[in-house]
Structures are given as structure tokens and as C-alpha cells.
């Protein structure tokens, strides 16, 4: 990766040194995105399977997959994948189930009681990258967290043919509605509906750029009403490591982001012109061996490290950047975590690879991208639902407040509002 002295740069080149990978800001996606996106809100499963044919080159006469395929495809998956998979759906759902909403309920003053209640999305799709790697750990960190929350639909999406594993995963975390369609065409179909795939109110996964560029157009479509998780887009991370790191760990965490695809990004972030030089030499050594050694190579070629004066400057730089994934291999990590603002996860020391949060450790792998980190946060139990308030005030309460609110209402010049207080008032009389 190319080495650069931060302080030797402008503002500019600080900027630039920074920006994601130029294949993100694709303008040529969004419109190919929009045609996807109206041919199949104007065919519907028709366009699904040709799409299935021209993008997969997976011919099917059927989107749904049965129960008896479901079936088979879990009856075809190794036991040492089943406890793997056990394993994971265990602290995954103990971190999540600790999220609970517990309610608010509160008298503010007496005679006017306030709540925040909670009550889960129905109807959720769920996206599941699939071609060059099937992302098995994806079903269960979407799928657990709906169950958990009690989203009534769930609807799960991944382009054909689908891995047995990621069935299998399904299964166990309670989906029964697995569609075979990937790509901006699902995200279309999660949105519009089919005659197969049911329309949701709220689409989660991470993709491509294609992906998620539907998932933006769709949540900003008048003619229905989608959520969206987040922009989760391309992976990337940024590692944060001083003098006495160990090289061979910090290559492996850039790799480990790196073969996801070539429009990923690592950064790496060092008070050590020596170490970022051993890092690169690990690099070389361990991309050789790597089944997706051409995908990581290309992704190295838009990453970068960085040479600061110590680790106040290296947590600024990240802060800027606000990374998908954050690794702090220090001496003292939690010291530097302190001045950490924005990052979709952290992971500290040594011995925590980023790799544990994308698969086991219970943390959610969704995580918002392309800096988004400093103001989105990473995907968890409470995406599953939304909230809203209660009041209840009595007699006793809206003569206490009723003339701060008319004072506050005539002062906005918005007499309704005050004469629906005053109405009420005059009745006590």
C-alpha cells in the first residue's frame, strides 16, 4: 500500500487521501439501477427471472424456494458448519436479547403521564449477499434480531443459486420465506412487491454499490413507503497501529477486508514509518496464498497507510474518515477507544480480529459505510421496531400546563392550537 506523511499534506491532499475507492461514485450506477428498478415494478416476476438469467446465469421457472428444497438443502450441510453456525446464533442472540426495549413511563407533573413504547416492524426483507461470497453470517445477524423483536413477515433474498448454508441458516433463525433473487431486482421486489415476493416496510442487508443504490432510490420513491437499514455498502476498515503491533496481524485484518471486493477500502493509521513498511511486506507474503488474491489486490490499490505523530493524531484521522470497522492494536487500546467518535465497530488489542464480529462474537456485522459511521449507528435490536409516544393528561394536568401552552401557541401566531387548550378549559368553569 502506498505510505503517506500526514503532516507533509494539505488539506486537499488530506482530503483525498481519505476518499473512498473512485468505483463507489460510479455515476453510471444510478440510472442502470432505476431501469432494474421500473422494469420490475412493471413486470414483476417475469423481469426477477430474466434478471436471475442475465445477471446469475441461473435459469429458474420459480422465485420461492419450497420447503422440501429447504429441506434437502439443510440435510446437505455438514455438521462441523452446523456448530459453527449453533455457536454464533448463541451470542448473537444473547447480545440481542439484552436489547430489549424496557418502555418509558413517566409523570412528568402531576395529573400528565408520558410514554415510549416500542412495537415491532411487521413486514421486514432481508438482503443476503451472495455471488463471490456467500455471507452465512449475514442471515443470522438480520434474522435473529427480527425474530427477537417479533417482525411479524420475514422475507429473505439472495441471489440463485443459494448457498446451502445460508438455507440452512435461515431455517434455524425461523425464516420460512426464501426468495431466490439477487441484486438491485430484489431490492426492487422487496420494495414494489411481486406476484411472488411480498412489498415490506423496511429493507435490511449490506450490497454492492447496485444494492445500495437501490436500496436509496427505493427509500426515496413517493410512490411507496420502504425503509432502509442504512448505506451499507462496500466494506472497509481502518486499522490503527503503533510501533509495537505485530505486522503479520495487521496484514491480515487489511486482507481479511480487502477480498470482499474490489471496491473495498483498508486503511491503515501508524505512529511507525517501520511498521507500515513490515506491513506491506506482510501483505505481499499473505496475499499470495489467498484464494481471492486478484479481488484483494485490486482493493489494495485504493488503500492507503498513514504516518501520524502519535495516537491522538491517528484517532483524529479516523475520526475523519469514519471507518465500517475500526481495529485499535495498541499498547493501550482502550486509551485511544476515548477519542474515538464515529465508527461502525470497534474491535481492541491484538487478539480481537475483525474477523469475530463479522461471524461470532454477538456484535451485529451490519454496519453503515463510506463514512456514514460519524452519524449513523451500526445496526441493532432496535432497528427491528419503531417507537412512538404516549400522553394522558387529566383534568388536574391540563390546567397546570394549559397556559403555557396557550402562551406558547399565541406567541406562534397558531390559534387553533391554543383554542383547543382554552375550549377545554372553559368546560372545568
Not at 455471507?135 to 445477524?141: A, G, K, N, P, R
Request: with cysteine; net charge negative.
Amino acid at each position: 500500500m502506498q505510505i503517506l506523511d500526514w503532516a507533509s499534506l494539505s488539506t486537499e491532499q488530506q482530503r483525498q487521501t481519505l476518499a473512498r475507492s473512485p468505483l463507489i461514485g460510479d455515476t453510471s450506477v444510478e440510472q442502470r439501477v432505476r431501469n432494474i428498478i421500473e422494469q420490475v415494478n412493471a413486470q414483476g416476476d417475469s423481469a426477477l427471472l430474466a434478471y436471475n438469467k442475465q445477471f446469475d446465469g441461473v435459469e429458474l421457472t420459480q422465485l420461492a424456494l419450497s420447503t422440501d428444497e429447504i429441506a434437502a438443502a439443510c440435510a446437505r450441510v455438514g455438521d462441523d458448519v452446523k456448530q459453527a453456525v449453533a455457536q454464533a446464533v448463541n451470542n448473537i442472540e444473547t447480545f440481542h436479547k439484552a436489547q430489549v426495549f424496557q418502555g418509558v413511563d413517566i409523570e412528568t407533573q402531576a395529573g400528565i403521564r408520558c410514554e415510549l413504547r416500542s412495537e415491532p416492524i411487521e413486514r421486514v426483507g432481508l438482503y443476503i449477499p451472495g455471488g463471490t461470497a456467500p455471507l452465512i453470517s449475514t442471515v443470522m445477524m438480520l434474522a435473529l434480531p427480527a425474530r427477537i423483536a417479533g417482525c411479524e413477515k420475514r422475507v429473505l433474498v439472495s441471489p440463485p443459486p443459494i448457498n446451502d448454508a445460508i438455507i440452512y441458516a435461515a431455517n434455524v433463525c425461523g425464516i420460512t420465506d426464501i426468495f431466490q433473487v439477487g441484486g438491485a431486482q430484489a431490492i426492487a421486489a422487496l420494495a414494489f412487491g411481486t406476484e411472488s415476493v411480498p412489498n415490506v416496510d423496511k429493507i435490511f442487508g449490506p450490497g454492492n454499490r447496485y444494492v445500495t443504490e437501490a436500496k436509496r432510490l427505493v427509500s426515496q420513491d413517493s410512490r411507496i413507503s420502504v425503509s432502509i437499514d442504512m448505506p451499507a455498502g462496500p466494506s472497509e476498515v481502518l486499522v490503527i497501529a503503533d510501533k509495537d503491533a505485530n505486522p503479520g496481524f495487521v496484514a491480515a485484518d487489511l486482507l481479511s477486508q480487502a477480498e470482499h471486493g474490489v471496491d473495498s477500502q483498508v486503511m491503515l493509521v501508524t505512529d511507525s514509518l517501520t511498521l507500515a513498511e513490515q506491513v506491506n511486506q506482510a501483505l505481499i507474503e499473505q496475499l499470495a496464498q489467498l484464494n481471492r488474491k486478484d479481488i484483494a489486490a485490486q482493493a489494495l490499490e485504493c488503500s492507503r497507510s498513514i504516518i501520524v505523530s502519535d495516537m491522538a493524531q491517528a484517532a483524529k484521522v479516523s475520526n475523519l474518515y469514519g471507518p465500517e470497522h475500526l481495529i485499535i492494536q495498541t499498547a493501550a487500546p482502550r486509551d485511544v477507544l476515548k477519542q474515538i467518535r464515529g465508527a461502525g465497530s470497534v474491535f481492541l488489542g491484538a487478539y480481537t480480529p475483525e474477523s469475530v464480529g463479522d461471524y461470532a462474537s454477538g456484535t451485529n456485522h451490519v454496519l453503515p459505510t463510506y463514512g456514514y459511521s460519524r452519524s449513523v449507528s451500526s445496526l441493532s435490536l432496535a432497528d427491528f421496531s419503531r417507537r412512538f409516544t404516549v400522553q394522558e393528561l387529566n383534568q388536574q394536568g391540563l390546567k397546570t400546563l394549559g397556559n403555557t401552552v396557550m402562551v406558547l401557541a399565541e406567541n406562534e401566531l397558531l390559534g387553533a392550537h391554543k383554542n383547543a387548550i382554552a375550549i377545554r378549559l372553559a368546560s372545568f368553569e
